[in-house]
């Protein structure tokens, strides 16, 4: 998949940077970004499928240790099902302030690459499965589109199963 033109690049970010260092191909959507608007604004704005945009989510487990769970748009963590797969007691979202202090990204803006510290990263087994996806790019407003291999990859995001529907 190849980066967009010139005229169509937003300016750099800590994500884009780490993924070009990697030579990882990807294409930029900026959209108008809305205040606790989520993964429901980003794919109606941009006419995505939702299960298709992927959340970058900052939890913490029961030391108190930080880990990134990246996760379909239209789906929840099962927070009860992840600390099983993982083997710690308690898995639990982190106070935005503390998410944006681990990953040195603005909640709403959050991306799993190029964080400011190395974070253990887990994805739901079936994003992997999707042909393309589309996850924050360090920036309120603008997703990157990419191959889901990057995921396992480079990131070495490990694959997990603690999806639940949004309404469960």
Known sequence: MPAMSKSAHVSETPAT??????QVAFTEHPYAYEEHGGTNVSARELG?????????LVMEDDAALPLIVLMHGD???????LAREIGVKRIAPCKPEVAERHSGYQVGGTSPFGTRKAMRTYVEASVLDLPTLYINGGRRGYLLGLEPRVLSGPLAAVAVHCALPIDA
Not at 17 to 22: A, C, K, P, S, T
Not at 49 to 54: C, F, L
């Open 75 to 81: 789906c929840k963590v099962s927070t009860k099902a």
């Open 48 to 56: 995505l499928d939702e299960h298709a945009v992927v959340k970058t």
């Open 17 to 22: 940077r780490w993924l070009r260092e990697r």
